[in-house]
């Protein structure tokens, strides 16, 4: 079944708008997440991104702190045999991940912590998960201030002269 250009050009031009509105680390994050989704081993079929909300973006003096939610739609392609062109497939799963990622203050900035959890949208609703993505987020957000950072050799070594 084709669909006519007047439904499907909304939703590309809506998925390329929301893109087009994503820095650079949050355009990362979620290739990131799609990978990490799409190496599951119960997921059979490629997913897309249908929507990127709930996004927080913040800098300090330890790094980029990036947070968001990805809403992805189950294509027709199976994960073994990716094809270019993967129609989204009307009511089936929609799983919403949450990402939580660290990155460092260099040029080519490393991530310093993560956390991700995908699940059905329902299930990422639930008070006790919430609490426990809320809690997971808040020490991503954390790494690589003051206790977390890395030692290096030498950094406390203290020598003893040897007896005379």
């Not at 990127?52 to 027709?76: M, N």
């Not at 990622?101 to 310093?112: E, G, M, N």
Request: net charge positive.
């Amino acid at each position: 079944m084709r669909l006519p250009v007047s439904l499907w050009l909304p939703l590309a031009l809506g998925v390329a708008a929301v893109a087009a509105g994503q820095s650079p680390l949050q355009r990362r994050v979620v290739r990131d997440v799609l990978e990490y989704f799409h190496g599951r081993s119960n997921v059979h079929f490629l997913f897309k991104e249908r929507e990127v909300d709930g996004v927080i973006e913040r800098e300090d003096s330890s790094g980029t702190f990036v947070q968001l939610r990805l809403g992805l739609a189950q294509t027709a392609c199976r994960k073994r045999a990716p094809q270019r062109h993967c129609r989204v497939l009307e009511n089936r799963r929609r799983p919403t991940c949450l990402a939580c990622y660290k990155f460092d203050t260099s040029d080519v900035p490393k991530v310093l912590d993560k956390y991700h959890n995908c699940g059905p949208s329902h299930h990422l609703a639930a008070k006790e998960i919430r609490q426990r993505d809320e809690a997971e987020c808040r020490a991503v957000e954390e790494a690589g201030k003051g206790g977390d950072t890395l030692y290096l050799p030498g950094m406390f070594a203290f020598s003893r002269g040897l007896p005379a």
